[in-house]
Every structure is written in structure tokens, then in C-alpha cells.
């Protein structure tokens, strides 16, 4: 049997706003409320399911690979915004993009503290 992520729950404040945040950015559709959920589904058929929580948040790491071309729209869309960026998940080198395996990276954050990545190369793909 083949095991496949198929989705997960991400906490929000406002599952709404939480949801479009990602979906603008990644070039994404939101889809209609689910039950409690509000989804964006990524093209290779796992959705991040949106669901509002009233107690704090602890961050999760949600990694997007994504092609070269993606980058430069998502990394546009993310200086459009003024957003925040790392080359790092430490938050130890600001304005700056990662070169990891070949390839490109950057880390920014969500409304809620969560971790976006979005790297064009798996980890271990490359030559360093």
C-alpha cells in the first residue's frame, strides 16, 4: 500500500484571512468552507485545512517545493507584501534567499507564527 499525506489541520485566528494569506501567495485557489475547515489544496493533492483556534498557536513548518519559475512569482508576491524573508528557519539571515542543493529557498511567516518555506530543490537533491 502506498502511504500519501493527504491533508492536515492549520491553526488559525481567522481561518479565513489564514487561508487567502497562503493561497494569494502561492498562486493558489481557496476552496469553499468544509464543515469547520477552510482548505487550500496544493496541486499535488494535499490540502492544508484552515480551522480557527481560540487558544494560542504553537508555529508549524509547512515547505512548499516549488519549480524555479514559482519561485520568482512567490518571492514577488512576497516583497509586494513587505514581508518579512529569511535564507534560514532560525530567522538568522534577513533579506536574504538560500542557495541549499543547487536551488533556492526563503522563509517567511504567516499571521499566526507559522513557518512558510519554499524551496525549488528537495534537501540532499544537490551537490552540498
Keep these: 500500500m502506498a502511504v500519501e499525506l493527504n491533508h492536515t489541520i492549520v491553526a488559525a485566528h481567522d481561518k479565513e484571512a489564514s487561508a487567502r494569506f497562503l493561497a494569494d501567495l502561492l498562486g493558489l485557489e481557496v476552496a469553499p468552507q468544509y ?4 482548505p487550500v489544496q496544493i496541486p499535488n493533492g494535499v490540502t492544508l ?6 487558544e494560542s498557536i504553537t508555529p508549524q ?3 512548499f517545493l516549488v519549480s524555479e519559475d514559482d519561485f520568482d512569482a512567490i518571492f514577488t508576491r512576497i516583497r509586494a507584501a513587505d514581508l518579512p524573508y529569511w535564507a534560514d528557519p532560525y530567522h538568522d539571515r534577513p533579506g536574504e534567499i538560500n542557495h541549499n542543493d543547487g536551488g533556492r529557498g526563503a522563509y517567511f511567516d504567516d499571521p499566526n507564527g507559522h513557518r512558510l518555506e519554499i524551496l525549488t530543490r528537495p534537501y540532499g537533491s544537490g551537490p552540498d
Excluded at 35 to 38: E, K, S
Excluded at 49 to 54: G, H, I, N, S, W
Design 49 to 54: 485545512d484552515y480551522m480557527d483556534a481560540a
Design 35 to 38: 464543515g469547520p475547515f477552510i
Design 61 to 63: 513548518h509547512y515547505a
